[in-house]
């Protein structure tokens, strides 16, 4: 069952810290983003699903979903995202952009810039391992989904989805992924406030997209290029048919990978996942 702490102008946040709907909108530098309806659960199946649902009945552009914790979170590739209490954020923005439903997957890098640059204001150095994980010192603390709903030639809306790991000590992550994971709180050595992070984020998510919407993605893959972990790197490409390696060249223009094999062949990976071969 859904626990919904507050809607917008209905009831009062039960909770009184300062992460709470009233919290996170005093002080908002944004012009939309988190400005209009934010919806706050205690915990929910999925902060994406729900959001799906909300957008689907008319939610707006720059409404937020939020919940303390997740019963069933989503990862990209059909996986799970653990969304314990306390230990992350979760959240999902929806968008309206008028684009192609081609063009969707380019705000997976204005997402990950986005949150990337919202770490860096926070003083803490991320990197952006293709095409939208957010790592530090190469564990990853932050993913994103972001879904889209459509037809062949339209965007109804997407689903920008948001999971960062901030407070979770090691032994509370799965084990099979102890060696790759990290909270932000942990790797920064300190404390972080959730409500200056979701404040710092929303911002950097309208600066970007609005960018984007300019039509300006080549200077969003700049920023995106600053942040790569491997470009320059070995690599190896997991793909559902099988794996390849080889080097890390660049990012194309519609945000695939482009991997030189050992033969000299560039594979531009549109789906998969990469990550850095070890030094022999
Ligand atoms: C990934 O696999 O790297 C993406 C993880 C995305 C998780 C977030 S948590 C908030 C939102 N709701 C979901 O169910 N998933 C996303």
Redesign the pocket.
């Known amino acids: 069952m859904r626990n919904l702490i507050s809607e917008p102008q209905t009831r009062r946040p039960k909770y009184r810290d300062s992460f709470s709907i009233e919290g996170i909108q005093a002080g908002l530098k944004t012009r939309l983003f988190g400005k209009g309806p934010i919806y706050f659960y205690e915990t929910i199946?999925?902060?994406?699903?729900?959001?799906k649902r909300l957008a689907g009945a008319g939610l707006p552009e720059g409404a937020l979903?939020l919940?303390e914790s997740?019963s069933?979170?989503?990862?990209?590739?059909e996986?799970r995202?653990a969304?314990p209490k306390g230990g992350?954020?979760?959240?999902?923005v929806v968008l309206r952009p008028d684009i192609m439903p081609q063009e969707v997957q380019k705000l997976t890098f204005v997402a990950a810039v986005a949150l990337a640059c919202t770490l860096r204001e926070l003083d803490v150095q991320p990197q952006i391992k293709w095409p939208?994980?957010i790592l530090i010192n190469g564990r990853?603390v932050?993913?994103?989904?972001m879904e889209l709903t459509g037809g062949s030639e339209s965007v109804d809306f997407v689903?920008l989805?948001?999971?960062?790991n901030l407070s979770r000590s090691m032994k509370e992550f799965p084990r099979s992924i102890q060696d790759q994971a990290a909270s932000v709180n942990m790797a920064a050595g300190r404390s972080i406030d959730r409500r200056k992070i979701i404040q710092v984020l929303l911002l950097q998510i309208e600066v970007w997209y609005e960018l984007f919407l300019r039509g300006s993605f080549e200077s969003i893959l700049e920023v995106w290029r600053m942040f790569a972990d491997m470009l320059g790197a070995r690599v190896r490409v997991i793909l559902s048919e099988g794996s390849m390696e080889g080097t890390a060249e660049d990012v194309a223009s519609d945000g695939s990978l482009m991997v030189r094999d050992d033969k000299g062949t560039i594979h531009r990976v549109i789906v998969g996942d990469v990550v850095r071969c070890r030094p022999v």
Do not use: C, F, H, P
């Open positions: 199946e999925s902060t994406n699903v729900e959001a979903i919940a997740q069933r979170g989503k990862g990209r590739m996986r995202w969304s992350g954020l979760y959240l999902s939208n994980d990853k932050a993913g994103i989904l689903i989805g948001i999971g960062l």
